[in-house]
């Protein structure tokens, strides 16, 4: 067995699954660990998607490109975790983004019939598996809704304030300004005004990827919570 594969048992799709476990699930189904340097395309947009792909180790961004071809991120990932897991099922099963490494990246490719194998035997798997599924269309409901928001200054307030909730009111910035512009949909010298605003009007301090948020109340008027 690929000694990377020892690694899935920091992935949540095989959590409570031992080692032992993990030997005779990868010596029953037809599985393939291929490697990419940063910038290679792992899947390009409207590929068949006929196998599970699960990040073993490196990091990728999902990208579409827009009207006029700029290229758009969506979702940035690090190892160990699942790369489009709900299309492998979908009735139209196709990637319709650009999958690309980020670093240098190890991916696990399953077939989809070893998944399908791996959800009868193993009910841990597929509660591990529907719990993703359910976790992405919540990500996604939540992308959705923020990208609703009809000013740049909404956008970012509801960032910086979902950022808290999980982190507290000092916390750093895990993405850079060019990838958090992509995916609030805006021009980077944009949000960098926004966010030069937030910090003159108190609202905010900024030291390079370090925020703090001094006003959550100004925050929260500005998104329309209150």
Not at 190 to 213: H, M, P, T, Y
Request: aromatic content about 8%; overall charge negative.
């Amino acid at each position: 067995m690929n000694p990377l594969i020892y690694n899935l048992g920091r992935c949540g799709l095989f959590d409570g699954i031992t080692v032992g476990q993990l030997e005779r699930i990868f010596g029953c189904v037809r599985h393939r660990v291929t490697f990419f340097l940063q910038g290679e395309l792992i899947e390009e947009q409207n590929a068949l998607c006929d196998e599970m792909l699960i990040l073993l180790q490196g990091s990728t961004k999902a990208q579409m490109q827009d009207f006029s071809g700029k290229a758009i991120t969506i979702e940035t990932m690090e190892a160990p975790s699942i790369l489009a897991s709900g299309f492998l099922f979908a009735t139209k099963n196709v990637i319709p983004v650009d999958i690309v490494s980020t670093d240098k990246s190890a991916v696990l490719y399953i077939e989809r019939d070893g998944i399908i194998w791996l959800c009868r035997e193993y009910e841990v798997f597929l509660r591990n598996l529907l719990r993703d599924m359910g976790d992405r269309l919540t990500t996604l409901a939540e992308k959705i809704w923020m990208l609703s928001l009809n000013t740049l200054n909404q956008r970012l307030a509801n960032f910086l304030l979902r950022q808290s909730e999980d982190l507290g009111n000092e916390f750093e910035l895990k993405s850079t300004k060019e990838e958090l512009a992509d995916a609030l949909g805006v021009a980077r010298p944009s949000l960098s005004r926004v966010f030069a605003g937030f910090v003159g009007e108190n609202i905010i301090r900024q030291e390079g990827k370090l925020i703090k948020i001094l006003d959550r109340e100004a925050l929260k008027r500005i998104t329309g919570a209150v």
